[in-house]
Each structure stands twice: as C-alpha cells, then as structure tokens.
C-alpha cells in the first residue's frame, strides 16, 4: 500500500530563504527516492514581507500542482509570523510545527518543536538567513528527508564556500534536535 502525499508549508519573510528551503527540501527527498516538489506563493514579496513556499514528497509520482490549504507540516522561519492567521489556516489536529524561536511564544495545540535557528546561523553563517538549520531540525524531527539527502541538496545547490557554512549549520541543528 502506498503511502500518501505529505504537504509541507514554509512561512517565513523575505531574505530568510523559505522559497530555498523548499527546493532544498524537495532535492533532498529526490535523493532519499522519493517524489517530490518544491515551489513559492509568489506575489509581490520583498525583504522583510511575509513569504510562503511549499513541499510535497510521495513515493508515488505527484500530479497536484497547487498550493498547500491542510499541511501535514508546517515550518515557521520567522517566530513574529506566528500570530498572522495565515500560518494556522488549514492546519489539521496531527500538522506539526517546526518554529525557529528560542521561546514558546504563540501556543500551539500542535506538535510543536522550537528551536533558535537564528543565534546559530548570525554565528556560523553572520547573517539571520535560517532556512537550512530549519531543515535540520525538520530532518531529525519528522524523519521524511534524511540528513544525508539535505546534505547532497546544499552540495549540489551552493557554490562550495557556502555550502561548507550551510551543511554545517544543517548538521548543527540536526544533532541537537530531541526525536
């Protein structure tokens, strides 16, 4: 029996690279076999506005070509988005939420894992760009893209300086993500 599509929606502002991040995503899930997309909501964003992108991954072909209404998942780069309601439209009892905040802020009836993905990049990369140790911690605590698989995604994707500072920082948040 096959297994069905996961959906997965990233908010974050302009500049913190959500619409990265999901192509990373859907690359990394390429690399674990599996199917997948990975696309921005674009409209008239610019640095700093608030900014969504989207993921699926299937092991089936995907033939859906719209956006993600009811997530299965939901990444928040930016934790000041969290009170916009947006970022609760669609989400089902069982989405789990992966925020980027040292605090809980916002409560969530949701799964919920925090983790201050801003400290660590202004330390590894010195700027709040936090996209890829998000995607750490999306890995280690959903277990739908392997570390391996983002780290082969960052590769192919970055010139090798900045590759060298991203997988670092995806590795970073990895091992100090709780399962």
Excluded: W
């Excluded at 990394?28 to 921005?40: I, M, R, T, V």
């Excluded at 069982?94 to 660590?120: C, H, M, P, Q, W």
């Amino acid at each position: 029996m096959a297994k069905e599509m996961i959906e997965i929606r990233i908010h974050g502002r302009g500049g913190q690279g959500s619409v990265t991040a999901a192509s990373l995503l859907a690359i990394a899930a390429g690399h674990d076999g599996k199917y997948s997309q990975g696309f921005p909501a674009f409209g008239v964003e610019r640095r700093g506005a608030p900014v969504r992108a989207f993921a699926r991954i299937s092991d089936e072909p995907i033939t859906i070509r719209s956006q993600i209404y009811n997530p299965d998942y939901v990444m928040i780069m930016d934790p000041t988005l969290c009170e916009l309601p947006e970022i609760i439209s669609g989400i089902k009892p069982e989405t789990v939420i992966v925020i980027n905040s040292k605090e809980g802020g916002r409560k969530f009836r949701n799964k919920t894992y925090l983790y201050d993905a801003t400290t660590l990049a202004l330390e590894l990369l010195g700027r709040d760009i936090v996209n890829t140790a998000i995607l750490g911690v999306f890995a280690k605590a959903t277990g739908l893209v392997s570390l391996k698989g983002i780290l082969e995604a960052i590769d192919r994707e970055f010139p090798q300086k900045l590759a060298e500072k991203n997988k670092e920082l995806v590795s970073r948040a990895y091992r100090e993500t709780g399962s």
